[in-house]
Every structure is written in structure tokens, then in C-alpha cells.
């Protein structure tokens, strides 16, 4: 008769280990839920297995890079917490998913997960030895669920807390398409005008002898650098994005970029209330679920994937060591210190573009070039008025002093998280309504440019030869 190793809860809540003797594992069940007890886990007892069975656990296995996308997550914590509030064992539950699940990095890490809770581990430990599905804010949570016999409902509020998460990107990745999209149109056809169409008419107007107007002249130049530097157009995206990977390897350069993101007009107000919504929901939740505070700020600092709000809730933690709350460090460290590097970008930003394109146009002279010096000027300015902006509003330092002292921290923090995705979504809708006369006024601008530069020297050349 096999032997089945169970875990449980008592009637109080305190944890059981025990072993049982039953022919099925239906039975066994049956038997401890006659004791009054609650099963959490239940496995066959059984020792180290062999070569053979190390080779029937790899079965199944297929080779995956990387970890579980975001959607998959969400589906397999909502469809776990399904199963654990129908009562089903942790183990037959991950066995359930892990036979729906398609091959990939989910379903290795289930096998996994499965094998060493057979071995004797907690859910949490298991999970914990495959990172790259199992983050450590969703491990953390499972061994606060663990602790508090409460793992059903913290696999639901994981799961809430998932989903709402998936849906602000989803709406923020939404709103992105559409300019892109536009723009790349847009790139596309203006070059293939320049490399096409305009040197068939420049060799046209080279026939007659008479002077262009000043915006043909411009619109020639351009094309002719167009057809001589074609390469640069991909390669100039490609080195700001390998430039900003770089640089966002190191601590002070991944500080410096976020904080100009942050900074740029409509734009960077979007993506702060976005990092605040998600960050104060992840701190909100693992509060609610019984993670300790410094554990809690640890993790919710991990998870900021924002250079600005790693230091502050760093700081945050530092000083809750030494006794402090969370309001009073985070209304003095939201404030960004005075930065060197991201005063350089707001210059490049500034200055670079018009030297580029007066080296286009080939108008590059001392004159102008004083153009793009103020242009750095204004970035430097813009650079000096917004960077002590706190990252952190009053509103939300308040609202968390009010949860410390009310011991509500948790739905003083959800309330904050609600706020700001409102927020977002407010801000995405409105700027998915700009960016559509935006996008008409710029593509309207330059096709009228190019119209009327290649019109004005036939008009001219009709009247003269009229």
C-alpha cells in the first residue's frame, strides 16, 4: 500500500506534516479531511529516483529561451486560484495546468515545480528555482500565502493585481501603434520621393538655364544628401537605441535616461504616473498579503524598472532600518537630485537635430549655427526648470501617511494605484485624439513643401517660355 506525504492546516490554522497509509490518493484525502484537517499538499511518499526516473522526468521538456510572456502568467494564476478554491491539492493542480500548458519555458518550469514538490519542497521554494517564470514579487506572495494558510486568496489577488497591469500596457502599447505605424509610412514614402522623384526633376530644371527659387534649391539638397547618406536613415535610429542600452547598463547613466523620459513634455508625465500606478499597486499588494514592509519596498524597488523610483524607494527602505515611516523619506527623496549626465542629453537633444538638419539642407554656417546653440540653451533651460519636480506628489505622500496611521497602508496604496491609472488612461485617450491632427499637419506640411519647391521653377519656366 503506497504511502502519501501530506501537508495541512488545522482548524487554528497551524501547519501539519504528517504521512498516511491509503491505496488511492482519492482516499488519503478523504481520510485527513475526516481528521479536520485542510490538505495543501499531498505526494507519494518516495525516495531518490534512479536513472530511469531522471530520465522519464525530462520527458515532455522542450528547449525554450527566456521566460513566460505576461498573458500566460495572468491565465495560469487565474486558472491556479480557480483550482485551490475548489479544493484541489497544490500538486494534482500544477499536474492539471501543467498537462494543458503549450511547450514552452510555463510548462518546463510546472515540470520542475511538480518534481521538487514531490521532493518535499513548498510551492515558493519550487518556484523560486525557476526565475525567469516566477519573478520574486510572485514567489514572495506564494510564501505569504503559504504562511497565512491563505494561498487561494493571495493567487486571486495575484491574479487581480496581473490583470490590471496587463491591461494599462495593453492600452499604453495601443495608443503607441498608431503614430508609429504613421510615421514609418511616412519616413518610407518622403524617402523613396527624395531618391526617386525629385533628382528626375532637379536633372530637368539642370537643362534650362534660370535661376531656382531658394526653396527648390533647399529641397534639391536635401535630396541629394537623401541619396548619398540612404544608410543613415536606419542607422541613425539604430545607434540611439544601442546608445540608451548602453548607457542604461550603468546606474548613473540608467538615472540619467529615465529621468529625461520622465521630463519630456506630455510624453514623460504619462510614463511617470504609469511607473507610480504599477508601483505603488505592487507595493499596495504585497502589503495586503502579508510580505514585511522592508521586504515589500525591496521587491516594489526591483520591479520600478525606472532608475528614479529605485533610488527613492531604496532610500525609503534605508530609513524605515533606522525607524522611520514611508511618507516622511519618500516626500524628501522623490525630489531628483541634480543630475550632470541628463543635463547633456537635454543639450544633445536640443542642439544635435538642428545641426543635422542644416547639414542636410547645407546651410551650416556660423550664423546658424548659432541656432543650434540655442537650441542646447533651451534643453539646458528646460533641463533646470523641471528636474526638482518630485516624482512622488504631495497627494500620494499624504494619502500614505494617512494609511500608516490608520493601519490601512495597503488600501490607502490601492487608492493611489486606481487614481493613477485613471490617470493613464485619461492621458492615453487624449493623446490617441492628438497625435491624428498631428500626424495629418506634419505628413500635410512636408508633401506641401515638396509640392510647391518643385512647382515654383515650372511655373517660372511656363511664363518664360510663354
Not at 322 to 342: D, N, V, W
Request: net charge positive.
Amino acid at each position: 500500500m503506497p504511502t502519501f506525504q501530506f501537508q495541512a492546516r488545522d482548524t487554528m490554522g497551524n501547519p501539519i506534516e504528517d504521512v498516511i497509509e491509503a491505496p488511492t490518493e482519492d482516499e488519503a484525502l478523504a481520510t485527513i479531511r475526516q481528521m479536520g484537517y485542510f490538505v495543501t499538499r499531498i505526494s507519494v511518499k518516495k525516495g531518490r529516483g534512479g536513472p530511469q526516473e531522471k530520465r522519464g522526468a525530462k520527458k515532455g521538456r522542450t528547449f525554450a529561451l527566456g521566460g513566460a510572456n505576461s498573458k500566460k502568467m495572468t491565465t495560469f494564476t487565474r486558472q491556479l486560484a480557480i483550482l485551490q478554491d475548489a479544493g484541489l491539492p497544490i500538486l494534482r493542480s500544477l499536474r492539471i495546468l501543467e498537462m494543458q500548458s503549450k511547450p514552452g519555458a510555463l510548462k518546463n518550469a510546472l515540470m520542475d515545480v511538480c518534481d521538487e514538490i514531490e521532493s518535499g519542497a513548498t510551492l515558493s521554494e519550487a518556484m523560486a528555482k525557476s526565475p525567469k517564470v516566477f519573478s520574486r514579487l510572485y514567489v514572495n506572495m506564494i510564501k505569504a500565502g503559504e504562511a497565512g494558510g491563505a494561498l487561494e486568496l493571495i493567487l486571486q489577488r495575484l491574479a487581480d493585481f496581473m490583470e490590471r497591469g496587463q491591461e494599462i500596457r495593453r492600452k499604453v502599447k495601443g495608443a503607441l501603434i498608431y503614430p508609429v505605424i504613421v510615421v514609418l509610412v511616412a519616413v518610407l514614402i518622403l524617402t523613396f520621393i527624395m531618391i526617386k522623384i525629385v533628382p528626375a526633376f532637379a536633372e530637368m530644371f539642370a537643362e534650362f538655364d534660370f535661376e531656382l527659387p531658394k526653396m527648390t534649391i533647399l529641397l534639391i539638397n536635401i535630396s541629394n544628401k537623401t541619396v548619398m547618406y540612404w544608410y543613415l536613415i536606419p542607422a541613425i535610429p539604430f545607434t540611439i537605441w544601442l546608445t540608451v542600452k548602453l548607457l542604461r547598463k550603468f546606474r548613473q547613466g540608467r538615472m540619467a535616461w529615465d529621468l529625461f523620459i520622465m521630463r519630456l513634455p506630455i510624453f514623460g508625465g504619462l510614463v511617470e504616473k504609469n511607473i507610480m500606478a504599477r508601483t505603488t499597486r505592487t507595493l499596495g499588494t504585497l502589503v495586503a498579503s502579508g510580505v514585511p514592509i522592508l521586504e515589500a519596498l525591496s521587491i516594489t524597488r526591483e520591479t520600478a524598472n525606472n532608475g528614479m523610483f529605485e533610488r527613492m524607494y531604496g532610500k525609503i527602505t534605508e530609513a524605515i532600518r533606522e525607524g522611520e515611516t514611508i511618507a516622511k523619506p519618500m516626500r524628501q527623496y522623490s525630489r531628483p537630485p541634480f543630475h550632470p549626465l541628463c543635463l547633456m542629453i537635454w543639450i544633445t537633444i536640443g542642439s544635435a537635430p538642428i545641426l543635422f538638419a542644416l547639414a542636410v539642407a547645407e546651410l551650416l554656417t556660423v550664423q546658424t549655427a548659432g541656432a543650434a546653440l540655442a537650441g542646447g540653451a533651451v534643453g539646458a533651460l528646460w533641463y533646470f526648470i523641471t528636474f526638482r519636480k518630485p516624482i512622488a506628489e504631495e497627494m500620494v505622500v499624504n494619502m500614505v501617511d494617512v494609511g500608516e496611521e490608520t493601519g490601512e497602508l495597503d488600501t490607502m496604496l490601492y487608492k493611489v494605484a486606481d487614481y493613477f491609472d485613471d490617470e493613464v488612461r485619461t492621458m492615453t485617450d487624449g493623446l490617441m485624439k492628438l497625435m491624428e491632427p498631428l500626424m495629418i499637419v506634419f505628413l500635410g506640411g512636408a508633401v506641401g513643401f515638396i509640392v510647391i519647391a518643385l512647382f515654383l521653377p515650372l511655373v517660372a519656366l511656363i511664363q518664360n517660355l510663354s
